[in-house]
């Protein structure tokens, strides 16, 4: 999840936990707020009753008038209930059913003189009153109709007020922070674009003192050193390649004239011999290291061209054949590969020359065999080759270093060489988006798989 979402989440998580108790104190309140006013209305509807009481003089004959001439102007849906002291009941607004009570609040009323029930369905309103030097005890009961019908429209309200509320801040919220965070963005999208071949371009700064103007400018500052060490070593690797190149070629060539001319015995034949492979090898090394400083990942691609992967295979073998010529090559196109396939790939073929001059120069170092064998697959998305040698495998503790800067096995310890062959070639296929991988699926069977995508 990218930054920006998640302040934007962040936001409308901690706005809407604040939203919604707000919605529910509001409804809380609301609700305090009704149960206080429907109580109010059972006082003020007990005093009305208990006025009349006191001024009526005949109870019986004029309750049912005066009732019936005052009902729901106060409450809704109200029920009275009148009794005596005696608790005995004298009148009642119920009509046509029978009259049933709760013995046991009206014991209470002599006690506590009021109770009100406001979890009873209808709600309750009960108190004991003294009108006349006489105790009446007067039941009032109703339904908050009014009330709880706002109360359910207040509590459908909030709902919708909260979730439209979530939205909208959700929206917003990431709206501007992603209008924040676009410089931080840009800064980001200019950075990817530097290169080692790119490390002089310097980040545009705004004039300004916020932590994005600040991070370009230490980024540009970061950059100009790098630029300066990476140059260093750069120029360094390429002037040390080229300047040991040209006494190389001419301790190979004079080698050469010196073996092919020269009358020696067969143990100094022998030694020339031996020399004369370890001079192609730091030559092979030499040009590897000089190829290499003029490319890298971004900039390689530029410069692609249509290689022919087997032709790229022959030269190579013909170049390794110059210093072993007992080296056999099996080449082979699979099955898989239809008869219409074109066996090329993208990319530069000086680079991949190297690559299978040091798969063939490991097998003719290390094999027990003279014979290296190269399978070639073709389908509608990958180019895979296989070169396969015999001889001692790499353990599988080993095998996880293989690829590294001067790693050389239990079984290369008898044997010359720098260390670097397979480091050089895996960053070239890096360069060419492709991987290799080592495995020994039998036993003195070394196989190096390669696969290019297409």
Do not use: C
């Amino acid at each position: 999840m990218s930054l920006k979402r998640k302040i934007a989440l962040t936001i409308s998580i901690a706005f809407s936990l604040l939203f919604g108790m707000v919605m529910a104190v509001i409804y809380l309140s609301f609700n305090d707020f009704r149960r206080d006013e429907f109580k109010e209305r059972f006082r003020q509807r007990l005093e009305f009753t208990s006025h009349f009481i006191s001024r009526s003089k005949d109870f019986e004959e004029e309750a049912p008038i005066f009732f019936n001439e005052n009902s729901d102007n106060i409450l809704l849906n109200e029920k009275i209930l009148i009794f005596n002291e005696n608790k005995e009941l004298i009148y009642s607004t119920i009509k046509d059913r029978n009259v049933t009570w709760d013995e046991a609040m009206l014991k209470e009323l002599d006690h506590k003189k009021i109770i009100y029930t406001e979890k009873t369905v209808p709600e309750i309103y009960a108190a004991l009153r003294n009108i006349n030097g006489e105790n009446y005890y007067i039941l009032t009961s109703a339904f908050d109709t009014n009330g709880k019908s706002k109360l359910t429209y207040l509590k459908y309200l909030l709902i919708l007020a909260y979730v439209l509320s979530t939205l909208l801040i959700g929206f917003f919220s990431y709206y501007f922070v992603e209008k924040f965070l676009r410089p931080l963005e840009d800064l980001n999208q200019e950075i990817s674009e530097v290169t080692a071949h790119k490390l002089t371009t310097q980040i545009p700064v705004q004039h300004s003192n916020d932590e994005v103007g600040v991070l370009a400018n230490s980024f540009n500052t970061m950059i100009a050193r790098l630029n300066d060490v990476f140059q260093s070593q750069k120029d360094f690797t390429a002037s040390a390649s080229h300047e040991i190149r040209t006494p190389i070629t001419r301790m190979a060539f004079q080698l050469e004239n010196l073996i092919k001319f020269g009358e020696h015995s067969p143990e100094t034949l022998l030694s020339l011999q031996r020399i004369q492979r370890d001079v192609y090898q730091l030559s092979e090394l030499t040009n590897s290291l000089l190829l290499l400083t003029k490319f890298d990942k971004e900039n390689i691609q530029s410069i692609y061209e249509e290689v022919r992967i087997d032709e790229a295979i022959f030269e190579a073998f013909e170049g390794v054949e110059k210093s072993y010529p007992e080296l056999r090559l099996d080449f082979l196109i699979t099955e898989e590969t239809s008869e219409n396939a074109l066996l090329t790939i993208n990319g530069i073929q000086s680079l991949l020359i190297i690559v299978f001059i040091n798969l063939f120069k490991n097998a003719a170092v290390y094999s027990d065999s003279t014979k290296v064998k190269v399978l070639l697959t073709e389908t509608n998305d990958h180019v895979t080759v296989e070169v396969i040698s015999q001889g001692n495998t790499i353990p599988e503790e080993e095998q996880a270093k293989l690829f590294e800067a001067f790693t050389r096995g239990n079984n290369a310890q008898n044997i010359s060489g720098s260390g670097l062959g397979l480091r050089i070639v895996k960053r070239i296929l890096e360069y060419h988006d492709a991987e290799i991988w080592y495995s020994s699926p039998a036993e003195n069977l070394n196989t190096f798989t390669i696969i290019f995508k297409k």
